[in-house]
């Protein structure tokens, strides 16, 4: 291998998937409660915070839970935006494998962000999910 073929390194799909694992966190927090009560399923949130009791802190620290993943998706969507354009390697099979991992990449990105957005509806606008949901 050359020099510039050992530099070239295929982007990562970590920071997408810490992107995903944090944008879960607000949907535990805020939308899949409020989800379960509109759909009359209250007992089973109930039983879901009965069995994990430390659930309730997510909910109960909403604006940190918001700010720290507000702060990974805009990292996150920092990188992917860097690593546009890094180069991929030349052997086909290792770019058709680049190529690849960075649309795996932001697709994550994307349902990362959806994630954060329904949790944040559901977390600040509780009347109007309400509304709209019964």
Avoid at 43 to 52: E, F, H, Q, R, Y
Avoid at 84 to 107: G, Q
Wanted: aromatic share 12%; hydrophobic share 55%.
């Amino acid at each position: 291998m050359t020099a510039v073929q050992d530099e070239v390194k295929s982007p990562s799909v970590l920071p997408a998937t810490l992107a995903l694992f944090t944008s879960a966190t607000t949907l535990i927090c805020c939308a899949l409660p409020a989800m379960l009560v509109m759909v009359g399923m209250g007992a089973v949130w109930s039983g879901v915070i009965g069995t994990v009791p430390g659930i309730t802190w997510f909910g109960a620290n909403k604006g940190l839970v918001f700010g720290v993943t507000g702060l990974v998706l805009a990292a996150s969507g920092a990188w992917q935006w860097h690593a546009r354009t890094l180069p991929c390697p030349v052997d086909p099979v290792k770019a058709r494998a680049c190529t690849r991992l960075r649309r795996i990449s932001w697709t994550l990105w994307g349902i990362s962000v959806a994630a954060f957005l329904i949790g944040g509806f559901f977390a600040f606008f509780p009347g109007l999910a309400a509304a709209l949901f019964l």
